[in-house]
Structure formats: C-alpha cells, structure tokens
C-alpha cells in the first residue's frame, strides 16, 4: 500500500451488513459479509483505493466488545466469507485495513477467568475500560499482551490484508506499540498502522508509537464547527496546527466516522459540500465513511442504540440507494479525482492566505515529482445553522484552482 495514494471507503460492518447488534437471538450466524461485495465497484467508482473496516472478530455487541480475535464474527460469517471479500477487493486494486481493539476486550473474554493478561485493581477486580464494566482492560505492562497482539495481527496479515486501525490508540503507551510495530515488520515490513488519536500532540504520539498515520480529529471538528457556526478563523486555526503536525507524520484526515454525527446533517448540503472539499484538498490521508457521499443523516443519540443512527444497514446493491442524496456522489467523484491528479497533496504544505467569518482561502504547495505545485482553496458560507430546526440551511460556494486551471467550483458551472 503506497500512503502517497492512499483513500479509504470506511465503513462498519455489523451495521452496513444488517447484522443484529443486541437483543441477539441463538442463531444469529450468516454470512452477511458478503454483503459489501456488490458494494467495491462502487467504492472503485468513488475513486478510493482501500476499504478501512470497523469490527469483523466475534464479539459481545457492537464489536468494540471482542471475544475471540482469531474468529470472524458469526454474525457476519466465517472465514471463508473473509477469504471472498479479500479475494473480491484486490482484484478491484482495493487494499483492506482492518479495526484492531487491543486496548481492552469482552468482560466476557477468555482472558478474564482465566488468568490471562487484563488488568486488575488493588482488590483483584477487572480494570473497566472508562468504567464500563461489559470491557476489560488489557495490561499492556505484561509481556503476554505483546505476544497476543502480535500474533493476532500476524494471523490475519497472513490472510490478506494491508494493515491495522489501532482503536483506542492513544490510551496505550507508546512503548507498547513500538515494540508491537517493530515486530510485527520484522515478518510483514509493508503492513501500515493507523492510531486512533483524539486529544494531544498527534505527531509526536505517532513518532514515539512507530505508526504511520494518526486521526485527526482536531481538524475534523473545526471543519463542522467553522461551517455550523460561519467561523472560519476556528478552520485557519486549524488548519496552522494541521500543517505543523503534517510536517512531522501524515494525518489521517475525515469529515466522518463511526463515532460521529453525519456532516450533511449538522452543516447542511452545502456545508457537506465545503467540508469534503476541504477534505481532499488538505495534506493527509482521506477516508470517506459510508454513506457521506450519499448525504446520509444521523445524529449520536443516547442508551444503548446511542450509535445505531450512524451505523445503519445498506441496502442490497448501490442502485437501491435513495435519491435523495445521489447529487453528492458525483461531487465527491470530482474531488476525489482532484486529488487522484494531485498526488502531491498528501504530503503538500498549508497556508492560510484570507481569513474572514465566512470566507477562507488557503494555500497548498508541493515538490514531490521535484517540480512545484500549488492549489488554491477558497470557500464561503453564508452564515451559520439556525437553531430553528424548519428553517433552511445556509448556502456556500467552493473554488479551486490547481496550477493555474480551476478544477473544481460549486455550484457547479
């Protein structure tokens, strides 16, 4: 997998594939897995490269509860079902980078009673993940975690795929994963590794833990922030930080996750629009979350379906999607393309040229064949998200320019 190039289609499993995530009966096995086959050359379509896909491994609920890391959740099938997907994906040319829970498993899990490494209290109680008493804590102190991870990661390199998504990456020491990286390079020296960061310095947590890329989720809440509220200074902000940690270690960049309220949802059409244009044009790694380029809504909610508007099931085949939000994929077509032209820009560097409320231009400039490149970026709003629910979104415009030639304008002209 070259980095240069690299854009995923990210998307969660257990909910893009239909599969019941509680009140789980005792014959819930299938193989829904295949159920993203009709979807990769639609992805290949989009322009993406890679699929970054959430929990696969037998787990408790929601996936980030794993039970046995060496088993495909029954829910989603088996390994034959893996092998077909891996087999389907890179005869498109689509790497597969899969969600790796090392941070802490099912209270349930194996580990637990019996005698495995999870950490434990003073008294000898299980450690909760953030109290959550259904997760445990792995001890990244003892040497059998190491030894588990690595195997673990191993195991399904061999089977195919490219790399690993940390979760929780930044709760774990660094010491821990650079001892995990190292080795496991020693046997697979092309697999890549993405962390999961929130808070903090990004670069230099990535440097000290040996991976390639972190999230960068600082960027991603400016971007709605800014456009949700017609502040662009919170972007440019950003944007000088975004730079800085770029000069040091490639961020993973995204408008959307798992984790998060949609973007159409919480800026707007247009502010979907604006927020994607930012994404392919700023240095990084892009991932597209399923559904975005089709304006999908969905807001976090609370209890134990809290996610479940995030994650929602796809339909059979992309031809089944509604029409509602089938204008957008072909602008995400256009700016991904943009950046498929643009390689440079993975690596290019930031600078804020204007800054306004609801004006912003930025400049992105790049020597990577060895001769110089530059696009400029400039967007507007026309002011931020009324809080009346009923009362329409604002309009925005975007521009860019690469090397002179405009390659890209909304609306369209």
Same mark, same amino acid.
């Given at each position: ?70 088993? /495909? !959740? %029954? ?5 034959? @079902?893996?092998?077909? &997907?891996? +087999?389907?994906? *890179? ?89 995990? /990286? !190292? %080795? ?5 020296? @092309?697999?890549?590794? &993405?962390? +999961?960061?929130? *808070? ?214």
């Amino acid at each position: 997998m070259n980095l240069d190039y690299a854009i995923w289609w990210h998307a969660y499993p257990l909910g893009a594939c239909g599969a019941p995530v509680r009140d789980r009966d005792g014959d819930d096995a299938a193989p829904r897995l295949r159920r993203l086959e009709p979807w990769l050359d639609y992805v290949v379509r989009l322009g993406c490269n890679g699929l970054l896909l959430g929990p696969i491994f037998e787990s408790v609920a929601h996936g980030y509860d794993t039970l046995d890391h060496y088993r /495909i !959740d %029954r829910r989603l099938g088996d390994e034959e @079902d893996f092998r077909r &997907l891996i +087999e389907a994906a *890179h005869a498109r040319g689509l790497d597969v980078i899969l969600d790796g829970v090392f941070n802490h498993v099912a209270a349930t899990h194996p580990f637990v009673d019996g005698g495995g490494p999870v950490r434990r209290d003073a008294g000898g109680d299980v450690v909760g993940w953030e109290g959550d008493g259904t997760l445990a804590e792995l001890d990244h102190s003892d040497p059998r975690t190491a030894d588990f991870v690595i195997d673990v990661m191993r195991h399904w390199l061999d089977r195919g795929i490219s790399g690993w998504r940390l979760d929780v990456a930044y709760a774990v020491p660094t010491e821990f994963w650079a001892e995990v /990286i !190292d %080795r496991v390079h020693q046997t697979h020296p @092309d697999a890549k590794f &993405l962390g +999961e960061m929130i *808070h903090g310095d990004y670069a230099e947590f990535g440097l000290a833990s040996h991976l390639d890329t972190v999230t960068q989720y600082e960027l991603w809440k400016a971007v709605w922030s800014s456009l949700k509220d017609a502040n662009f200074f919170e972007l440019a902000h950003a944007l000088g930080r975004h730079h800085d940690f770029s000069a040091k270690l490639l961020m993973q960049t995204f408008v959307g996750n798992h984790d998060v309220d949609r973007i159409a949802g919480t800026v707007g059409d247009a502010g979907a629009v604006l927020a994607a244009t930012v994404l392919f044009t700023v240095p990084g790694l892009p991932s597209v979350y399923y559904g975005d380029e089709q304006a999908f809504r969905g807001a976090k909610g609370e209890g134990w379906g809290a996610d479940d508007a995030l994650r929602p099931p796809l339909p059979g085949t992309p031809e089944e999607l509604s029409g509602l939000g089938r204008w957008l994929y072909p602008v995400y077509e256009a700016l991904i393309a943009l950046r498929r032209r643009h390689p440079w820009l993975t690596c290019g560097e930031i600078e804020v040229v204007d800054t306004e409320n609801t004006r912003l231009v930025y400049r992105v400039t790049g020597t990577a064949d060895g001769t110089g490149h530059r696009a400029d970026v400039e967007l507007t709003v026309s002011g931020p998200v009324p809080e009346d629910a009923d009362a329409p979104y604002p309009e925005g415009t975007a521009r860019v320019t690469v090397d002179g030639e405009v390659e890209f304008t909304w609306p369209r002209r």
